[in-house]
């Protein structure tokens, strides 16, 4: 059964900081993993999707890699600023029916 | 820009009322998904169709039923509200190809009391 982690659950950096977020999944066997960010109360937003056959993905100040052999992908988030203060979601499509298995998480809070 | 809309951001019903969610969608997508979202628990999947008049059961399909009768519409069906159906609930969906990615709804945040 695919499960998926991240970690940490929490983090808090001062404003400029450059900052990873982890995720790991058990099953290698995945079509793709997304990133989301969530709002508190609202919906998610996709940040980044990186296909099975790829290494990164890239938008703005957001660089997202995959190794699949290892079951791992990052999140890397330069020059952090209050306004990407929020809850980090990873994702991996998996399995005959091609669901999404989510992680719990990452909140990160960026102090001005 | 692609779109899926939540017809409800907050809504508060009593404990055995029939509740409707409902959720449409401007891509064409075949896939749509219903998650709900409590803390602790993280997102899990309630039901989710490949087409039209077609539903599949997710993790947690208990309590709700599901209609989509047409493409771009689908709707979650709580036939009795309980309390412990309080929750954050998020529609989202997808082309049907396995390598595409997802796109969620702004979410229903749902009070049952």
């Known amino acids: 059964k695919q499960e998926v982690t991240q970690i940490p659950a929490a983090l808090s950096v001062p404003e400029g900081e450059n900052l990873v977020l982890n995720c790991s999944f058990t099953d290698s066997a995945i079509y793709n993993l997304q990133w989301f960010r969530q709002d508190p109360g609202k919906g998610l937003t996709s940040l980044l999707l990186i296909q099975s056959s790829q290494r990164e993905q890239t938008s703005g100040r957001l660089n997202a890699s995959l190794d699949k052999s290892s079951g791992r992908s990052t999140l890397y988030i330069a020059a952090s600023q209050p306004g990407d203060s929020a809850t980090y979601l990873c994702a991996v499509r998996t399995g005959n029916t091609g669901k999404l298995i989510f992680g719990q998480g990452t909140t990160l809070q960026v102090k001005p | 820009d692609v779109k899926v809309t939540q017809s409800s951001r907050y809504l508060v019903k009593r404990t055995g009322e029939k509740v409707f969610l409902e959720c449409v969608q401007d891509?064409?997508?075949?896939?749509m998904f219903w998650y709900r979202q409590d803390p602790g628990l993280g997102l899990r999947l309630i039901y989710f169709s490949y087409d039209v008049k077609m539903k599949e059961k997710g993790d947690i399909p208990e309590g709700y039923s599901v209609s989509r009768e047409k493409k771009e519409r689908f709707s979650l069906i709580l036939e009795s509200a309980s309390t412990n159906q309080t929750s954050m609930y998020l529609c989202?969906?997808?082309?049907?190809?396995?390598?595409?990615?997802?796109?969620f709804g702004s979410g229903t945040r749902l009070t049952v009391v």
């Open positions: 989202a969906s997808s082309l049907r190809g396995r390598m595409d990615g997802y796109t």
């Open positions: 891509m064409d997508h075949e896939n």
